[in-house]
């Protein structure tokens, strides 16, 4: 199971409305009412506050004037950008580092396929947060801080696809251990343009699989679809 950590009042509601996004029950284009969430939770209007920042943050919400917070309309051409973006910094990451990673990021790309492993039907919250656990330990190997942040500003596009690509969220759950296996048995490898080629072979199935189980390309799309290639 998961390490335990502090978690802020203002995380915990963050994760609140952000599970309520992934389930819909917040559709995008909803108008956010402060006090309702703050009502609904039992808590002040302080850290829902607080909690609608970090969501607009990640790109979830959005402040419009005179309008005030509502959900963001998220795209298949929002979610293709940010994943040939972070396919691309963790590549940066592998190139920095020339294949080569310690054993404390094989151990913690291990346990998080361990996580994946473990996980049943029902626990698709967990899907995008073990993602960003495994892939975390490949962008951190660059020991380079601006990399990882930039690289970080992208991980909400990992909840961003599990929101608009869950035809089957049981399926997604079981296949999580077995692509990012594949990957980590070439990451062990050594072999920088190897593991490059790997990163984007899974980033551009991914892209393409989101397209494919929800209708497939739209009729506007600004990017070439060999853009992985």
């Known amino acids: 199971m998961a390490e335990f950590r502090y978690r802020t009042l203002r995380e915990n509601v963050a994760d609140a409305i952000r599970?309520?996004?992934?389930?819909?029950?917040l559709a995008p284009g909803m108008h956010i009412?402060?006090?309702?969430?703050?009502?609904?939770?039992g808590v002040s209007r302080a850290p829902v506050r607080e909690a609608l920042r970090q969501l607009e943050?990640?790109?979830?919400?959005?402040?419009?004037?005179?309008?005030?917070?509502?959900?963001?309309?998220?795209?298949?051409?929002d979610v293709y950008e940010i994943y040939f973006l972070r396919a691309h910094y963790e590549i940066m990451a592998v190139r920095?580092?020339?294949?080569?990673?310690?054993?404390?990021?094989?151990?913690?790309?291990?346990?998080?396929?361990?996580?994946?492993?473990?996980?049943?039907?029902?626990?698709?919250?967990?899907?995008?947060?073990?993602?960003?656990?495994?892939?975390?330990?490949?962008?951190?190997?660059?020991?380079?801080?601006?990399l990882v942040k930039?690289?970080?500003?992208?991980?909400?596009?990992?909840?961003?696809?599990?929101?608009?690509?869950?035809?089957?969220?049981?399926?997604?759950i079981g296949r999580q251990y077995r692509i990012h296996r594949e990957l980590f048995d070439i990451f062990r490898s050594e072999d920088a343009d190897r593991i490059c080629d790997a990163i984007i072979t899974h980033y551009g199935?991914?892209?393409?699989?989101?397209?494919?189980?929800?209708?497939g390309r739209p009729t506007k799309f600004n990017f070439a679809l060999n853009v992985f290639e």
């Open 19 to 25: 599970m309520k996004i992934l389930d819909q029950e």
């Open 33 to 41: 009412v402060e006090q309702d969430l703050a009502e609904e939770f």
């Open 57 to 77: 943050q990640e790109g979830m919400i959005e402040y419009s004037r005179n309008v005030g917070c509502s959900v963001k309309g998220v795209t298949l051409e």
């Open 96 to 146: 920095l580092c020339g294949g080569r990673f310690s054993d404390e990021a094989l151990n913690n790309m291990e346990r998080t396929l361990d996580y994946m492993k473990e996980m049943k039907n029902g626990q698709f919250h967990k899907v995008a947060e073990y993602d960003i656990m495994f892939h975390e330990a490949v962008i951190r190997q660059a020991e380079s801080p601006r």
């Open 150 to 172: 930039a690289w970080k500003d992208l991980n909400y596009g990992v909840v961003i696809s599990c929101y608009i690509s869950y035809t089957d969220r049981d399926i997604m």
């Open 205 to 215: 199935m991914t892209s393409m699989r989101n397209m494919r189980e929800n209708g």
